[in-house]
């Protein structure tokens, strides 16, 4: 895992410009390169080497696609490369429900190379599946892209045609510009804190999803995926643990009854309740009950880490 120290402001326009360069000295000369980068720096919290190597090896794998690829003697094509923002809009979120920002920054990697069909562009991601000829490298290229996304919070996608070409689009949270001590990697809209957090949450996805930005932005994490072996560990760590961050509605046990068996191991446990409800009658009686404070689902990295901050400074 990321430690905090290793994520920072990174402005996608200024990787693509440091990619482009080692381009031109190793990209095949049959290739076109085209950029299009965003109008403004397109800030995500990321590290720097990591967004370059993604940033290069779907280039490289773009390359690949118009060249070596091609079993034809005509090598060559386009490679187009696009960053551009996009509203987490609903019809964005059913498409990607892993989605937590507002906005996110797209790096869109297009060639017009050999494409694949839907069966390989399925399991392109996979470590060691590669299409490439024996000798011509492994999948690890992609497989590592993927991973390095997923670890920064963003998710990736691919569009692809035999014979036409491929798009590869990844997805970032965007960081928020709060004047320009950001380029410094200061003053981020992003709360950090420390101490240990337990996210206890039914759905894998928003479990880890919660588990990364709490580790980016400093806190250690422990989680759990029911009620039940939520108060579990409480019990066992209530005297390390600083806040609980718990789902409303789960199998098992309950966020009201998991809340209830909490506050009978410590009174003055500290519980932020997340619900895809709106603050109605249910969410109010657990408030009522004791809890410090509500986190309307979906979340962003910078509502969660506010909110917990403010659960901890109760």
């Known amino acids: 895992r990321k430690q ?20 031109e000295n190793t990209f095949d000369k049959s290739v076109k390169v085209v950029e299009h980068p965003a ?51 609903p019809v964005f979120r059913k498409k990607h429900p892993e989605a937590i920002g507002n906005a996110y920054w797209r790096i869109s990697v297009n060639d017009t190379g050999v494409g694949m069909d839907t069966k390989t562009a399925a399991k392109i991601f996979d470590p060691f599946f590669t299409t490439k000829e024996p000798g011509k490298g492994t999948g690890l290229g992609l497989a590592m892209v993927y991973n390095i996304v997923r670890q920064q919070l963003g998710f990736i996608d691919v569009y692809s045609e035999q014979g036409l070409g491929s798009t590869f689009n990844v997805y970032l949270p965007a960081l928020l510009r709060s004047g320009d001590s950001l380029a410094a990697g200061r003053s981020l809209d992003i709360v950090g804190g420390a101490g240990l957090i337990l996210v206890v949450d039914d759905d894998e996805l928003v479990r880890s999803m919660a588990e990364d930005v709490l580790l980016a932005v400093g806190y250690s994490v422990l989680t759990a995926s029911n009620g039940q072996e939520g108060v579990e560990i409480y019990r066992q760590h209530q005297a390390e643990i600083q806040a609980v961050l718990l789902d409303m509605a789960m199998p098992i046990m309950s966020g009201r009854e998991a809340f209830i068996e909490m506050q009978k191991i410590n009174p003055a446990v500290r519980v932020l309740l997340a619900s895809g409800f709106r603050k109605d009658n249910r969410v109010e009686e657990i408030l009522r009950l004791g809890v410090k404070d509500f986190l309307q689902k979906p979340y962003t990295i910078t509502s969660l880490a506010a909110a917990i901050k403010r659960v901890i400074e109760a």
Do not use: F
Request: aromatic content about 2%; proline content about 3%; hydrophobic content about 45%.
């Open 4 to 23: 905090q120290t290793d994520l920072v402001p990174v402005d996608l326009n200024l990787s693509l410009k440091h990619v482009r360069k080692i381009g």
């Open 39 to 89: 109008a403004e720096p397109a800030y995500v919290l990321a590290d720097t080497t990591e967004m370059e190597q993604v940033l290069l090896n779907l280039c490289i794998n773009a390359v690949h696609a118009m060249t070596i690829m091609r079993e034809d003697a005509q090598w060559g094509g386009t490679l187009t490369v696009t960053i551009d923002k996009i509203t987490a809009d």
